[in-house]
């Protein structure tokens, strides 16, 4: 989906070398043009995605929060200026590192639009946090809206 979305917006075309396999450009071999780059989620497309899924702006970072504590964050997306960086609240209080990577290597699943390289994956109970945060805000809308 996002590779069609570069060839819609740029009219590249595939184009084969031997040392790099399959890259897309614009007039054959010469201008090759890196699509990764292309690819790559941005601070604003991050934000946006995040709001759009349940997350909060809590503190100036997009944050998921507890059902039982809905104004609590207890995990965040701190967006620096190259890098983006997943952290959870510890019970103590202290917000530790999770996860974390370079804008350049984030990029969004073309099937569910998660993005990928945040290690979103692999953190234990984080779809099903996830998951209570975006159920919250769709009722809340629906509530509000009813």
């Known amino acids: ?28 071999a010469d201008r090759r043009h890196d699509i990764s780059k292309e690819l790559a989620m941005t601070r604003e497309e ?4 995040a709001l759009g899924n349940g997350w909060q702006i809590i503190a100036g970072h997009p944050s998921l929060t507890k059902p039982s504590a809905p104004k609590e964050a207890v995990v965040r997306m701190v967006l620096k200026a190259t890098v983006v960086n997943i952290e959870a609240k510890k019970p103590a209080g202290k917000w530790e590192k999770v996860s974390g990577a370079a804008y350049g290597a984030v990029e969004p699943d073309p099937e569910t639009g998660l993005p990928r390289g945040l ?7 984080f779809r099903m946090l996830m998951e209570d945060n975006r159920n919250r805000t769709v009722f809340a809308r ?5």
Do not use: C, D, E, K
């Open 142 to 146: 629906f509530g509000a809206g009813g």
């Open 119 to 125: 290690g979103f994956t692999s953190l234990q109970g």
């Open 1 to 28: 989906m996002a590779v069609n979305r570069f060839i819609q917006v740029h009219g590249a075309r595939p184009v084969r070398n031997a040392r790099f396999g399959v890259r897309y450009g614009w007039n054959g």
């Open 46 to 49: 991050l934000t946006a995605w």
